[in-house]
């Protein structure tokens, strides 16, 4: 495709909207299921179509460009493009803003050209860090030595203050306040030293001498937003009691309580709806205010959010808002409990059905982190409603949901018929002493194969509000977090009281056979208990993917006899002798493959609401 970067990067927006547009359709109810299936497997050749052009245009614009050979107007036209897909955490490609940002530092580095190599090193940290998620154990960037990187490498430049021109300063400035970004903060350790890097920035933007300088500069608005990061702390003080952590926070409570009506209508991003929760809980973590104080802010804005307003603000404000009222009323004394149960037992089950009902057509990417931190605090005993929500998580990503229907399907019938043909390989599975008590407890160890298929992928909701894009392939450093979700997921359906069995086959359904590849690579053995399952879910999912030619527009199906051939080529290593077997059985294949597109047309006419049969 002939056509200049101008007109390269106006088709690769273009292309990226309509991807958006097509790749997670929504149906009237009533058409008709073969014309839901044709126009669900339409969008997707046409999604791949695109991708494919796009990834052409961005390997000759972008991917593969020699920074040394950019002209001035290709640096300007790169970062125009750059800006249009940067908006912070509302991007419409946080990935590729980022690997423009670093051909840009690299072009910067090549001329020598210190104000553009510190703008560079301000946009290609800060797109790393908006591309990014953060771990559920250690709740930091998983990118976040290389964000640091590229901020304290700016900051560098600050002994050459007075000699920069005034916009390079402001990036500096900038540069410098970011410093903290990607900073564990999840003990006592990690916290002290991200205070140490905050008091390290403050005491250069709270500097009369720069103020001086440059008084121009928004430098209340600078102290403002330093003050709302360190509010982050309150994440660790939830966890453990720190008297000297929470001295700090309270002070950056108390002066962002005390600014909040000065930037009012000012700048959206300094509007923290939260503002009241960090005084009151900042005042109680420092012992100096009440408990119920806390309580009584989170039930009020937690339930002020009307039942059916979708925004971003009110998908925040009822769910999250209701995880951390959960944390701070299991701390009421007993009076205190006795007063706020009900109230807070309503809160609670109005999040939970809030994101049971919500319309699949509004569901928003924010849904998915907010969902997640709901589920990190779930206390209910009641496994229905437990299990209600773990389906409400996984209803909101239409192509996951699918993905999940089918490969719990797909387990279940790899591990019938190895119960079937030779139960005496799966002898350990779930506490099994024999063969013959494989078969008698098959129903519920099929049972359980489903279960752990339909959750294998639950962890995904803490990652794809970052990196879902159907309109490339992902990025080494989105790929990279992707990798996260199998632990994210295990730790989800811990929390919420499903048991160890479906926690560890979330852990381990990507890693290899053999134990020598796959992810997450840091953990021990497949516990033998559960190994069986595994074996079978492995191969389900690389079914599933590798096989649906309705809505799958990452590459174009394979035919089922393609994917038995890579299947029989990775036996031993990646995938389990005993299940690949299974497919040397002509007759089981043919009948599997036939049952597989039966089904995987039912499941998208579930999960995309078909309306009545075809008479």
């Known amino acids: 495709m002939e056509c200049t970067q101008a007109e390269a990067f106006e088709q690769y927006i273009r292309d990226l909207r309509v991807v958006r547009s097509i790749s997670r359709p929504s149906f009237p109810e009533g058409k008709a299921p073969t014309a839901v299936l044709e126009e669900i497997q339409t969008n997707a050749l046409r999604c791949n179509a695109l991708m494919r052009q796009n990834e052409a245009l961005l390997a ?45 530092l690299a072009a910067a580095r090549s001329r020598e050209d210190v104000p553009m190599i510190v703008r560079e090193l301000y946009y290609t940290g800060i797109t790393l860090h908006y591309m990014n998620v953060r771990d559920e154990g250690t709740g930091i960037n998983l990118l976040g030595d290389a964000i640091q990187v590229y901020f304290t490498e700016a900051a560098e430049y600050m002994s050459r203050y007075e000699q920069l021109d005034r916009n390079t300063r402001q990036y500096l400035i900038r540069c410098v306040g970011n410093t903290r970004l990607g900073m564990s903060r999840g003990t006592h350790a990690e916290s002290c030293r991200y205070l140490e890097r905050f008091r390290r920035a403050m005491d250069i933007i709270q500097s009369a001498h720069y103020h001086a300088l440059d008084p121009e500069f928004p430098w209340e608005s600078y102290i403002y937003s330093m003050h709302m990061d360190r509010m982050t702390l309150l994440t660790h003080l939830r966890q453990e009691e720190d008297p000297e952590v929470a001295r700090q926070v309270l002070e950056s409570a108390e002066y962002i309580w005390g600014h909040k009506k000065k930037y009012k209508g000012q700048d959206a991003r300094l509007q923290n709806w939260r503002v009241p929760y960090f005084y009151a809980a900042a005042r109680y973590h420092a012992g100096v205010g009440s408990l119920e104080d806390v309580v009584k802010i989170l039930l009020e804005s937690a ?7 979708y925004s971003a603000e009110a998908i925040n404000r009822k769910l999250v808002l209701a995880a951390y009222l959960s944390v701070y009323a299991e701390r009421l004394d007993e009076a205190g409990a006795q007063r706020y149960r009900a109230t807070v037992e309503q809160v609670r089950r109005s999040a939970d059905q809030y994101l049971e009902q919500m319309p699949a057509s509004q569901y928003p990417r924010v849904v998915n982190s907010a969902a997640w931190e709901l589920s990190k605090i779930s206390t209910s005993s009641d496994e229905t409603a437990n299990r209600r929500m773990l389906g409400s998580i996984l209803a909101g990503h239409k192509p996951t949901y699918v993905h999940s229907l089918m490969v719990a399907e ?59 894009n159907n309109a490339r392939r992902l990025l080494d450093e989105e790929f990279f977090c992707i990798q996260s979700h199998p632990r994210t997921g295990a730790d989800i359906l811990n929390r919420m009281g499903c048991g160890r069995t479906l926690a560890l086959a979330a852990l381990y359904h990507h890693c290899y056979y053999n134990g020598k590849g796959g992810y997450p690579n840091d953990v ?14 492995s191969v389900a999912d690389s079914l599933d993917a590798a096989t649906d030619n309705i809505g799958r527009c990452y590459n174009l199906a394979k035919p089922f006899r393609t994917l ?30 036939e049952n597989t597109d039966d089904e995987r047309k039912r499941v998208y006419l579930q999960v995309y609401h078909a309306g009545r049969e075809e008479k």
């Open 60 to 104: 000759q614009f972008v991917y593969d460009r020699d920074p040394a050979s950019l002209t001035e107007e290709d640096i300007q036209g790169l970062s125009a493009f750059a800006g249009r897909l940067f908006n912070y955490a509302n991007s419409e490609d946080m990935g590729v803003a980022f690997k423009v940002h670093q051909l840009l």
């Open 303 to 309: 339930g002020s959010v009307a039942q059916d307003d």
């Open 410 to 468: 797909l387990t279940r019938a790899l591990l019938q018929r190895q119960i079937e043909t030779r139960p005496e390989t799966l002898v350990g599975l779930l506490g099994c002493r024999s063969a013959a008590e494989v078969q008698v407890r098959r129903e519920e160890l099929c049972q359980t194969a489903y279960e752990c298929g339909l959750y294998h992928d639950l962890g995904k909701c803490a990652v794809l509000m970052y990196i879902d």
């Open 524 to 537: 021990p053995s497949c516990p033998p208990e559960i190994k069986g399952i595994v074996d079978a879910l």
């Open 564 to 593: 038995l051939e890579e299947l029989r080529a990775q036996s031993g290593t990646r995938y389990a002798p005993n299940v690949v077997a299974l497919f040397e059985d002509e007759r089981f294949c043919q009948q599997l493959a």
